[in-house]
């Protein structure tokens, strides 16, 4: 059952289940049953072992199989418990200590004069008493302009702090950063001005990991010396670095649209590349015998890490360099290698030593793409047969493209929502350059290569301007394409059923990948017919500003003080808006008479379909409503110093919307006012939006 060949193949599976099930139900109480069934499992398997040939278990192959796979679940839940730092006793979060030390335990991004990292909690003083903590928060520390301190990977230091936790996303289609963090083991955040600051002028960091670092700062100092253009020094440090500097939004979305948005990243193809580079130079003096082939082996795997560790120990190189390391170790030594286990292998030694990593986007679709590239490829790339090298290569790099395109098309729709048109012609054009890049960008930063520096420049520039123009052509890229995920799953599975059942010649798996297909286009079809339908309300959640969509079908008016190019407006208001497939979207404000449709705002007074709103605002500041009127509810913006209690009796109305305009003081009195008459409130701030269906 568990054929050499394949055992992490098979080992993985449910070592990922484990992980994924106990990632989210996380306890203390379940690391002791863990345990405690992974040593009856233990005994069982050593025991079965030892009395193989007595008890003629090879009868009992199943049984076994069954126990290993348990094992392996049970590793992976174990794994993934004793890493959530949340349930360690002396989790930082669990005192109520207000002064710890802290190291900083990534490198640190600084923007203007706010500069934002990782700490390690070590320590903090409790009643005059230093306790040993543990955990980790995401820390941003406001800047002195004057005087501001320089923080680096490892700088140690004394902070007074207040800390929260992370806040769930309140509005539909927000960006969840609460889970995101929540994935590299952070809860907490806090900010801080430097003046709460005290360097200890320790380092508690990786000395590797720092020597590293500072190693790719100066080669970010060489790059910033010798290119002259600032998109292409972004360009170059992202890249060949891994310096996720700060590239322009026109080019970000260029390599978007195209499908080419991996080589920013640096990832397998990268140390491809690298690899390459040097088993060529080796290649002439190092391959006469077994010793120096040894030599070779030692040489190349020193140089790959080396620079696995110069562009921050990302995933995707990491996984490339285990797997190099092992495919040529086998070569060197005369082994046969399974590409599956390589590959399995890899993503094993990663998850044993951060099992959270399962959650990366990055590390699902590295994994993914390599695994097309395995399968897939090769099948591609046999449908044509031509003698013509350059047509045979051209084709190569093409069924290339095409495997890692279709292996993660469902998973980049649905993290993404949008597919590039024309990434094949977009992926055939940039391999070359993409290979130029990368040993130029390495040449240049040897002493005495510096002259290339104009050439290595240009043709970065020259990439990005073709990349941006395919990125205009045309249908260059289908957006706004959201799938939940029961979707995801059926796309998945129905993709993966039919290219088996191609490769197979199995009708009936063929026959059940069309089915789940059809399915899929069934939830798709329903899902359009809901907004052709639609018709709701939504009032946004938001820190300082209001805004409330009011939708129909694929039109809606957006009332709000935000423009379309306030961050808050792209991160809180506009993914919802896009979620929702709106061709139309009207911008208007509450201070502003507008009549559109079945939306009408004028006199204080909003009218949606049945749906009625009373806006009480600093216009009704010391003025009194009277009269006999029924509203679905009352939205009080603005801050406003009306008094409630001139509302007269025959102003009647259900619920109470307060929104984030109004001062936290404000929102306390008028919440308290609304609760005592009886009427259901929403607090528009810290708290979920407000949603209103006006059709089931």
Not at 314 to 331: D, E, F, G, Q
Request: with cysteine; charged share 15%.
């Amino acid at each position: 059952m568990f054929k050499t060949e394949y055992i992490f193949v098979r080992i993985l599976f449910p070592f990922i289940l484990g992980i994924s099930i106990f990632y989210f139900f996380p306890a203390i109480a379940y690391i002791k049953w863990l345990t405690l069934t992974l040593v009856v499992v233990l005994l069982s398997i050593s025991f079965l072992n030892v009395t193989y040939k007595r008890f003629n278990i090879y009868r009992y192959k199943g049984a076994v199989g069954i126990l290993i796979y348990i094992l392996f679940f049970n590793l992976g839940g174990l794994f993934c418990l004793l890493n959530n730092e949340s349930l360690n006793q002396n989790y930082f979060a669990k005192t109520n200590c207000n002064y710890l030390k802290v190291w900083v335990n990534n490198e640190p991004q600084q923007n203007g004069n706010i500069v934002r990292f990782k700490a390690k909690v070590r320590s903090g003083y409790l009643k005059d008493k230093q306790i040993i903590l543990s955990g980790q928060m995401l820390l941003t520390v406001k800047l002195d302009s004057l005087k501001p301190i320089q923080l680096k990977y490892g700088d140690e230091m004394m902070i007074s702090i207040s800390y929260t936790e992370v806040e769930p996303p309140y509005n539909p289609a927000e960006f969840d950063f609460k889970a995101w963090l929540g994935s590299q083991n952070i809860n907490h955040q806090a900010f801080i001005d430097q003046n709460h600051i005290v360097s200890t002028k320790n380092n508690a960091g990786n000395p590797i990991i720092k020597m590293a670092l500072n190693l790719r700062e100066k080669q970010l100092a060489k790059y910033r010396k010798l290119i002259k253009s600032d998109e292409a020094f972004a360009v170059a440090s992202t890249l060949i670095l891994g310096y996720r500097a700060d590239l322009s939004k026109e080019t970000l979305s260029a390599y978007s649209k195209t499908g080419t948005i991996h080589a920013l990243s640096v990832s397998g193809a990268h140390v491809a590349i690298i690899y390459v580079v040097l088993d060529f130079m080796f290649l002439f003096f190092l391959n006469k015998n077994r010793a120096l082939r040894i030599l070779k082996l030692l040489l190349l795997c020193t140089l790959i890490w080396g620079y696995a560790l110069l562009t921050g120990l990302s995933p995707s190189v990491v996984r490339s360099a285990i797997m190099i390391s092992i495919l040529i170790t086998a070569k060197v030594l005369s082994k046969k290698t399974n590409s599956y286990n390589v590959l399995a292998f890899s993503a094993f030694c990663q998850l044993i030593y951060n099992p959270f990593l399962i959650w990366d986007v990055g590390f699902q679709l590295s994994y993914l793409a390599v695994f097309g590239l395995i399968y897939l490829q090769p099948k591609i790339y046999n449908l044509l047969y031509t003698e013509h090298n350059w047509i045979d290569k051209l084709w190569s790099f093409t069924s290339m493209s095409l495997a890692a395109q279709i292996v993660t098309f469902p998973l980049s729709i649905y993290y993404f929502h949008q597919f590039p048109f024309y990434f094949l012609f977009a992926n055939l054009f940039i391999t070359i350059p993409l290979i130029l890049i990368m040993y130029l960008g390495i040449v240049v930063l040897i002493p005495s290569f510096g002259f290339l520096a104009p050439i290595f420049e240009w043709i970065i520039n020259f990439t990005n301007t073709v990349l941006k123009w395919i990125a205009s052509l045309p249908y260059a890229s289908f957006s706004s394409i959201w799938i939940n995920l029961s979707e995801f799953a059926l796309l998945s599975l129905s993709l993966g059923l039919f290219i088996y059942a191609l490769a197979k010649f199995n009708k009936q798996v063929l026959f059940t990948s069309l089915f789940l297909f059809v399915c899929y286009q069934l939830l798709i079809v329903r899902d359009d017919l809901k907004v052709f339908h639609q018709r709701k309300i939504i009032f946004f959640s938001l820190r300082k500003n209001y805004a409330a969509a009011f939708i129909n079908g694929k039109e809606a008016v957006l009332v709000s003080d935000l423009s379309t190019e306030d961050k808050n407006y792209k991160f809180s208001v506009e993914p919802a808006l896009t979620q929702l497939q709106l061709d139309k979207i009207y911008f208007t404000n509450i201070k502003k008479d507008t009549v559109l449709g079945q939306f009408a705002l004028r006199k204080n007074q909003i009218a949606f379909f049945q749906y009625r709103i009373l806006l009480v605002d600093e216009k009704l500041n010391n003025k009194k409503i009277n009269g006999n009127a029924t509203f679905s509810s009352i939205w009080l913006s603005g801050n406003t110093k009306f008094n409630l209690g001139k509302i007269d009796t025959g102003i009647k109305y259900k619920t109470a919307i307060i929104d984030a305009t109004n001062k936290d003081y404000k929102i306390q009195i008028l919440k308290n006012g609304m609760e005592n008459n009886d009427k259901d409130v929403h607090v528009l701030k810290k708290n979920k939006a407000y949603l209103v269906q006006l059709t089931q």
